[in-house]
């Protein structure tokens, strides 16, 4: 099985910071990669597709890069509605998801 | 608009099944697969696996095989999964989420979810 890695685990960033994620596969997925957001109680939300498409209504700050075995999601400017979890998913054979990456106000 | 609308919580005791539906409208119901996921608290989704609703076809996560059971029913646009033998470790909430088919898919839309909680 295809193993996802994500970091760090955690982050404490302020308003209008620029935050980095980094997600990593066991072995090359190719640009099959999804990033997502959760809120508390919530369903995840879908953020980016196929390592760098961003999804309809999703804001502009978001955006994702990477391919094989590396992969990045940046925020440009993090907003108060931003504070949340984030999760990669690999979509090149199962669909499971990486331990995701909480990020907290500073 | 898409929705995916699931059933309600449940109570379970230890060894006992249980069966999650998720009725579908706003969209052809079999031209995406369903995707079911868990999430117990505190910690990431857990994909389950997948099915599609025109063939009802399957693909379950290895460590769910031969505890669960994913299903349709077309005439009312809906599918159902059921885990078996439960164990207090499947307390969780349960999602179901629409995806396209095969390699490089995601989940667009998803569940309100589902709390199943296991105790004896």
């Known amino acids: 099985d295809i193993q996802m890695t994500q970091s760090p685990s955690s982050l404490s960033a302020s308003v209008g910071d620029r935050v980095t994620i980094t997600c990593r596969a066991s072995q090359s997925i190719s640009t099959y990669l999804n990033w997502y957001q959760q809120k508390p109680g919530k369903a995840p939300k879908l953020l980016i597709y196929?390592?760098?498409t961003l999804q309809s209504g999703v804001p502009s700050r978001f955006s994702g890069s990477g391919s094989g075995t590396d992969f990045t999601l940046t925020i440009s400017s993090l907003q108060p509605e931003d504070f949340a979890a984030y999760y990669c998913?690999?979509?090149?054979?199962?669909?499971?998801f990486g331990p995701g990456t909480r990020v907290e106000i500073k | 608009q898409v929705q995916l609308v699931q059933s309600g919580a449940e109570v379970k005791k230890p060894g006992a099944s249980v069966k999650v539906s998720c009725q579908s409208s706003?969209?052809?119901?079999?031209?995406?697969?369903i995707n079911w996921v868990r999430q117990a608290t505190g910690q990431g989704p857990e994909w389950m696996g997948w099915m599609n609703p025109n063939s009802g076809a399957t693909g379950y996560s290895q460590k769910f095989q031969g505890r669960v059971t994913m299903t349709r029913s077309t005439s009312i646009s809906t599918a159902y999964l059921e885990l078996s033998d439960l164990r207090s470790d499947d307390t969780a909430v349960y999602y179901c989420?629409?995806?396209?088919f095969g390699t490089g898919v995601n989940f667009d839309y998803w569940g309100q979810g589902t709390l199943v909680t296991v105790t004896s």
């Open positions: 706003g969209y052809t119901f079999t031209n995406y697969d």
């Open positions: 196929a390592a760098s």
């Open positions: 989420a629409r995806s396209g």
């Open positions: 998913q690999q979509s090149y054979n199962t669909r499971a």
